[in-house]
């Protein structure tokens, strides 16, 4: 624990992944539900939503969808919500089944291993949990994310997701040492 007179590190927070993880999940999932299928699609849309400028710049060779009236445009291209590492199927987070039981100990997401793949689905309380999210002021930059992916990288496969970001990316990420920390 860092002393009293030095600011925490948000990525130290459990509380700040599952709030991320639940906007990710209400925002860009599959009704009904919502849900994100796959742990590849759901660590792929986390690595869109934590690294903006990379978001930004896999929309830019996106086509535009019917019904996207806006262009993602990232005020920090450098900014990183909290590192990933370049892991075996591209961006990882090793901390992924802490957060996930965090929010399932909650009732806040059921993870169902009948389907293949798994299905990360919210709960009602979920819901309920994560629509306040999305209305409060400082959740307001991934909420934006959130809906830039929508139509487009949220309707994906984890397979081409991770293709798309070893393309757009092989310096930062296809490229790079296993546990490597993506850096933009």
Not at 151 to 174: K, V
Request: aromatic residues 10%.
């Amino acid at each position: 624990m860092p002393p009293p007179h030095r600011a925490r590190d948000p990525d130290d927070s459990v509380d700040f992944h599952a709030a991320r993880l639940l906007l990710l999940i209400y925002l860009c999932g599959k009704e009904p539900g919502p849900y994100i299928e796959g742990r590849t699609k759901f660590a792929k849309l986390d690595f869109f939503l934590r690294y903006p400028g990379f978001l930004e710049r896999a929309h830019a060779v996106l086509p535009q969808t019917a019904g996207q009236n806006h262009v993602f445009v990232a005020t920090d291209t450098h900014e990183v919500e909290a590192p990933m590492v370049r892991y075996r199927y591209g961006p990882w987070d090793h901390r992924y089944r802490q957060f996930l039981f965090f929010l399932t100990a909650r009732n806040l997401i059921t993870i169902t291993v009948s389907h293949n793949p798994e299905r990360v689905k919210l709960r009602p309380a979920g819901t309920a949990a994560a629509a306040r999210l999305a209305e409060m002021e400082q959740f307001q930059p991934l909420v934006r994310r959130c809906k830039a992916m929508q139509g487009n990288l949220a309707t994906m496969s984890g397979t081409d997701l991770r293709n798309l970001i070893y393309d757009l990316f092989p310096e930062e990420d296809g490229d790079a040492p296993f546990h490597q920390e993506i850096r933009p």
